[in-house]
């Protein structure tokens, strides 16, 4: 997906890739992580589509966010067991404290059927950050079983200070 702004003359693009999960060994495939702000510029389009992924929200390729920024991380997840599935996303500085940690479990929504896909948005509040550079993991797992593997997703973020500006255009058009 291709995002441009006339005013700043700016453009930037979203690539996404997703493995289908081999259905007969079982197991999930999760998707790459897109980024997007919680009250971000609305976007301009054609036709009501604001995202040829089905995205909740224009993600965005700009990793810096202001102090009053809410920075949204999405993922979908194709899985065919029929356990849930634990997301944790966990916000961690550059020296690796970590500095925000939620987690939530979600059932399989088609009990009915073996294959389901959950669509999972993270909303991490900015203004609890100090400025600075931060990692951002957004993870997946099976319930109950304490001992499976996640699979994740990381991004770097910067968190501005107060008084800076990010160079965010105010309009968006979505090819």
């Not at 690539?15 to 976007?43: K, W």
């Not at 997840?77 to 550059?94: A, I």
């Not at 001992?147 to 309009?171: H, K, N, Y």
Request: net charge neutral; glycine share 6%.
């Amino acid at each position: 997906m291709g995002v441009d702004s006339s005013r700043q003359h700016r453009a930037g693009s979203l690539f996404a890739t997703i493995a289908v999960p081999n259905y007969v060994r079982g197991g999930f495939a999760m998707s790459e992580l897109a980024v997007g702000r919680r009250g971000d510029a609305t976007p301009v389009v054609g036709e009501d589509r604001v995202s040829p992924l089905n995205l909740p929200f224009l993600p965005t390729t700009d990793r810096e966010l202001r102090c009053d920024d809410e920075a949204l991380f999405f993922v979908r997840v194709h899985t065919t067991q029929r356990s849930p599935l634990r997301f944790t996303t966990e916000v961690r500085t550059e020296t690796g404290d970590l500095v925000v940690q939620s987690s939530e479990s979600r059932d399989h929504p088609s009990p009915g059927s073996p294959h389901a896909a959950f669509d999972y948005v993270s909303r991490v509040p900015v203004a609890g950050l100090e400025p600075g550079r931060y990692q951002v993991t957004v993870s997946v797992r099976s319930e109950p079983q304490q001992d499976s593997v996640p699979t994740s997703r990381s991004t770097f973020i910067r968190v501005l200070p107060p008084s800076a500006t990010s160079d965010r255009p105010s309009e968006y058009r979505v090819p």
